[in-house]
């Protein structure tokens, strides 16, 4: 096989979810230029159609839900009754208490005052969404004996996060990062290594791909801060990821199974 052929997707049928986040959007092209037909799952389906009309390839956007299992088994029907199998699934909706846009003030972001209702939330979508998805469309992968599954992890599923990323200029803690998203991370990188064991047999691969902090308009000080904490000196952009991304979708990673590739700019090695 060549090397162009190897990271090759075409005649592939790739869902990604969550596709019209700032990550999403750049999943859904990468898929799409290296030949996939995509299908976009978000709960705002216009952003979604938009994003679809600029893609090479064909593609599909749907209004879902995916903490809603009824909703996913629709789009499932849908899904093959437009292009009759699934070979690829990205896992990437989840919800995160992001450093630019602080969901609560300092004192309820503080772990003993976290809100019960909002860590709830959090699991609900960042983990049973990501179960559900792997159940129903995987199980779809599983009958047809192949198919890569690329969970959407995060660093701050292997590390803690830094409190001192959140103190401003002039010393004062603006808010704490939660215990949420790193739990729920934590969890999805276990979920993708329980999956990957329990399909290992059944032609599916089931990955894991943890980016780091992605520059998207926070504070100069913020990226400044983050920046000199990370080995390359800068925070990441959404098409750093692109080359990890069709390397676990594509045969050209068919002997990785169960792994979390973790893409950061070196921010763990600290």
Same mark, same amino acid.
């Given at each position: 096989?060549?090397?162009? +052929? ?58 879902? %839900? ?18 009759? +199998? ?34 709830? +939330?959090?699991?609900? *979508? ?58 729920? +991370? ?19 691969? *089931? ?56 893409? %950061? ?6």
């Amino acid at each position: 096989m060549s090397a162009y +052929k190897i990271f090759s997707l075409e005649s592939k049928v790739a869902i990604v979810t969550g596709a019209s986040g700032l990550l999403g959007r750049n999943y859904s092209k990468v898929l799409s230029d290296a030949g996939a037909k995509v299908v976009l799952l978000d709960l705002n389906k216009d952003d979604c159609q938009d994003i679809a009309f600029e893609l090479p390839n064909e593609s599909l956007a749907i209004e879902c %839900d995916i903490t809603s299992k009824s909703n996913l088994i629709a789009a499932k029907d849908e899904i093959i009754n437009r292009f009759g +199998k699934i070979d690829i699934l990205v896992n990437n909706a989840a919800i995160n208490d992001m450093v630019e846009n602080p969901i609560n003030a300092l004192e309820d972001s503080k772990f003993e005052n976290y809100p019960l209702e909002l860590f709830r +939330k959090v699991m609900d *979508v960042n983990v049973t969404g990501t179960f559900l998805c792997c159940q129903i469309f995987g199980s779809i992968m599983a009958k047809n004996g192949s198919g890569s599954i690329i969970n959407i992890a995060s660093t701050y599923g292997i590390t803690a996060p830094n409190q001192n990323l959140y103190i401003d200029s002039e010393g004062r803690q603006k808010f704490y990062k939660s215990c949420a998203y790193p739990s729920s +991370k934590g969890a999805v990188i276990m979920l993708t290594k329980f999956l990957a064991s329990y399909w290992g047999t059944s032609g599916i691969r *089931v990955n894991c791909l943890s980016p780091g902090g992605v520059e998207n308009n926070q504070s100069e000080d913020f990226i400044k801060k983050y920046s000199s904490m990370t080995p390359a000196g800068r925070m990441s952009k959404p098409d750093d990821y692109s080359g990890a991304l069709i390397y676990l979708a594509s045969d050209s990673s068919k002997y990785v199974n169960g792994h979390n590739l973790v893409a %950061d700019g070196g921010w763990t090695t600290w």
